[in-house]
T-cell receptor
């Protein structure tokens, strides 16, 4: 089954404790992206990757890191989480960035930082 | 960069009525405009999309129209049903192909 998976689905952590949210897709998509969703603000892009070893900042990259060592995986790293990073996070993938293709979203990770 | 405005933020209709959600975009080079539906507690899912070389697209009860000159596009849902209740997001693809820029969403409530 074609899908995007994320882990964990729920996470409660404390300020400053490094964490990683994993994202994996099995559709051989070149493009992957991370979004955060906050009430009233919609979906905002954090980082994206056009292909392996090619990543760049989105609209709200502060406090986040990513890597793309393999085509299928695109982990999101919070080196020192803060309460303002409490949010719902979605990973998404598509065939490529240019041209416009359907983005497939993962199930979401609800993160709470206390 | 691209900016997408979406209205209204909330919309309540009676079952069987039509619903219209409107979006405007700022980047005249944008060429791809998808609409996503997000049910409560679920992930966003594509329901319809339109490219800049087309003015209208229809899929059963949903349709999207695009006015490139005015830089706005709209989602039309006819004969609404309670299962249409969800948050709907419009988006515009930037010219560089690096991002979908989303509107802030419209919460549609269909009452029976």
């Amino acid at each position: 089954e074609a899908q995007v998976t994320q882990n964990p689905r729920y996470l409660i952590t404390v300020t400053g404790k490094k964490l990683t949210v994993t994202c994996s897709q099995n559709m051989n998509h070149e493009y992957m992206s991370w979004y955060r969703q906050d009430p009233g603000l919609g979906l905002r892009q954090i980082y994206y990757s056009m292909n392996v070893e090619v990543t760049d900042k989105g609209d709200v990259p502060e406090g986040y890191k990513v890597s793309r060592k393999e085509k299928r995986n695109f982990p999101l790293i919070l080196e020192s989480p803060s309460p303002n990073q409490t949010s719902l996070y979605f990973c998404a993938s598509s065939w490529e960035g240019q041209g416009g293709y359907e983005q497939y979203f993962g199930p979401g990770t609800r993160l709470t930082v206390t | 960069g691209e900016n997408v405005e979406q209205h209204p933020s909330t919309l309540s209709v009676q079952e069987g009525d039509s619903a219209v959600i409107k979006c405007t975009y700022s980047d005249s080079a944008s060429n791809y405009f998808p609409w996503y539906k997000q049910e409560l507690g679920k992930r966003p899912q594509l329901i319809i999309d339109i490219r800049s070389n087309v003015g209208e697209k229809k899929d059963q009860r949903i349709a999207v129209t695009l006015n490139k000159t005015a830089k706005h596009f709209s989602l039309h849902i006819t004969e609404t049903q309670p299962e249409d209740s969800a948050v709907y997001f419009c988006a515009a693809h930037n010219q560089a192909g690096t991002a979908l820029i989303f509107g802030k969403g419209t919460t549609l409530s269909v009452s029976s």
